[in-house]
Every structure is written in structure tokens, then in C-alpha cells.
């Protein structure tokens, strides 16, 4: 069992940054690989970012590739996601997510979600 506590979020301006983090409970924490997700008003939630539980592999999706940073902290239990040079079309809640395998980070089907932190992206 892992349970998952998202924070950092807030309002910037466009071409801000912020880091989120992501907190999480749970022995098996370190045999996790983890991701992040995000879901705008009227929009279904989509894949951001996902990490390895080893941190050696790395994924982005398309709309964040080369502005956004995913890591980890296995021994503080915590995953980060750094986003640089935000949009306004970044606005939206984000979810921390951990799952047992890559794949089912990348196919939406984790084991378990994090409450949401909101970040606005807004001048």
C-alpha cells in the first residue's frame, strides 16, 4: 500500500516555474516507478511524466518535453516535477501517480493517485 500527498501548486506567470512534489507513504516506495498527470477543466487527466523506480529511466510527454523535470528521492520518499518556461495551456490539476511496472504508468492504469494539486498559469 502507498499513499500519495501532491503539493507545490499555485499561480505563476507565463514563463514561471514551479516545483511540485509529491510525498509518498509505504515501505515498497522505492519498487515503484512513478508519474505525473495532470487534468484540465473539461479535459480528460494525461500522461506528463513518468521515472523509473531505479530513477535511470526517464519519459515526457510531447507538450512539456524540454521544460519539465521529473526525479526522485528514494531515500526521502519523494518524486519532484520541476516545470520551467509555463504556459497559460499548462494550467490544470496535477496528479502524482505510482504503479508497479513503466507501462502502466504510460497507459493510464496506475495502482495509485495522489489528491491533486492545482497550478494556474495566469498573468
Known amino acids: 500500500q502507498v499513499q500519495l500527498v501532491d503539493s507545490g501548486g499555485g499561480l505563476v506567470q507565463p514563463g514561471g516555474s514551479l516545483r511540485l512534489s509529491c510525498a509518498a507513504s509505504?515501505?515498497?516506495?522505492?519498487?515503484?516507478?512513478m508519474g505525473w498527470f495532470r487534468q484540465a477543466p473539461g479535459k480528460e487527466r494525461e500522461f506528463v511524466a513518468v521515472?523509473?523506480?531505479?530513477?535511470?529511466?526517464?519519459y515526457y510527454a510531447s507538450a512539456v518535453k524540454g521544460r519539465f523535470t521529473i526525479s526522485r528521492d528514494n531515500a526521502k520518499n519523494m518524486v519532484y516535477l520541476q516545470m520551467n518556461s509555463l504556459k497559460p495551456e499548462d494550467t490544470a490539476v496535477y496528479y502524482c501517480?505510482?504503479?508497479?511496472?513503466?507501462?502502466?504508468?504510460?497507459?493510464?492504469?496506475?495502482?495509485?493517485w495522489g489528491q491533486g494539486t492545482q497550478v494556474t498559469v495566469s498573468s
Open positions: 501517480a505510482a504503479a508497479k511496472s513503466y507501462q502502466q504508468i504510460l497507459t493510464n492504469t496506475v495502482d495509485y
Open positions: 509505504g515501505r515498497t516506495f522505492t519498487y515503484y516507478d
Open positions: 521515472i523509473k523506480w531505479s530513477g535511470s529511466n526517464t
